[in-house]
């Protein structure tokens, strides 16, 4: 089951206590998966056509226990896309006209599914909430985290898609807005927006997921990132190890016993131990040396190795002295 489905599978069995809320809810999915049907002579019925079988379920309470409606509740099997099933809620011509008339889509006694809902409703946060988890149930769908961050809305309209971003921007949150195969698409790209929008839906269970797969994705964003570090560090002192290594070999050529007893010793214990760290090389000297002491030792050797290279001749080799 994927994300979005279980975030369905969540919503779905939200309390329905408040009537405004339940008008709200069934308002956004009347907009995104109810259509109208004409049987001549000013008759019509409305009929929601959805996959979530919850959803199915959580509708036909609505019109059966909130709204004291008969509606009918069939699944439709589609053979050609793979026995695909869709359940079907019908009201009929009876219940069809008070139906639209407590959602305010009757205009003069003209059945419309305005893409709108009533300014006074959206002014109330819990009317806002079950607003958008209606939509959410009606056309909503979300990727699964860990693959990436989007929530998004797709909506017959212009209109409908507008109603959604005005919702949204009254509970702070700003989404984005385009346009996919004719239909407009309500989107949220990020994981805070996201998270919050769960959370006013009333998915808290979806958000806690979401919250463990963002912490995750951000402790092994850090990991790789250290690792990364890490791993160029070591190429760094792979390389100044060998440059050392090949210097030191360079010098030994005319005799270490010419050098500075100090450096004479840290030459050999590098010779002997190419693949010790700065650290590991001092503790193999006799007294102990710390790990900037190896370091200036190492240093002044590379000096001398240049100073062969370009052609000048150090000084005073017996008595050079490194701390």
């Known amino acids: 089951m994927t994300f979005s489905s279980r975030t369905k599978d969540e919503l779905v069995r939200t309390p329905m206590d408040r009537s405004c809320c339940l008008i709200s809810e069934l308002a956004a999915i ?24 919850g959803a199915a379920r959580r509708i036909y309470r609505m019109l059966k226990e ?64 079950a607003y958008l988890r209606g939509a959410y149930l009606g056309a909503g769908s979300m990727m699964n985290p860990e693959k990436g961050y989007l929530l998004e809305w797709v909506a017959e309209d212009a209109s409908l898609a507008q109603t959604l971003d005005r919702v949204l921007e009254k509970s702070g949150i700003r989404p984005r807005v385009s346009e996919r195969r004719g239909q407009q698409v309500v989107s949220l790209r990020s994981g805070q927006p996201i998270v919050d929008v769960l959370a006013m839906m009333g998915a808290s269970q979806a958000v806690m ?6 912490i995750t994705r951000h402790l092994r964003g850090n990991a790789n990132r250290a690792a990364n570090c890490d791993m160029h560090n070591t190429d760094r002192t792979m390389q100044a190890a060998q440059a050392q290594l090949e210097a030191i070999r360079e010098l030994a050529e005319d005799g270490l016993d010419n050098l500075p007893p100090a450096l004479k010793s840290m030459a050999e214990i590098r010779l002997k131990n190419p693949e010790l760290s700065l650290e590991d090389l001092g503790a193999c000297m006799d007294p102990p040396l710390g790990k900037s002491g190896v370091n200036h030792r190492l240093r002044r050797l590379m000096a001398l190795w240049e100073k062969k290279h370009t052609g000048g001749v150090p000084s005073d080799r017996k008595e050079d002295t490194v701390d």
């Open 209 to 214: 997921e979401m919250e463990n797969v963002r």
């Open 66 to 129: 909130g709204l004291r409606l008969s509606p009918s509740l069939h699944v439709v099997e589609h053979r050609r896309l793979g026995g695909q099933k869709t359940c079907v809620i019908t009201v009929r011509e009876t219940d069809a006209p008070k139906l639209l008339t407590v959602l305010d889509m009757m205009d003069g006694g003209i059945p419309m599914l305005r893409r709108s809902v009533p300014r006074g409703q959206l002014n109330r946060q819990c009317c806002r909430r």
């Open 30 to 53: 009347t907009q995104t998966s109810g259509s109208l049907g004409f049987m001549g002579g000013g008759r019509f019925t409305v009929t929601y056509e959805v996959e979530h079988v």
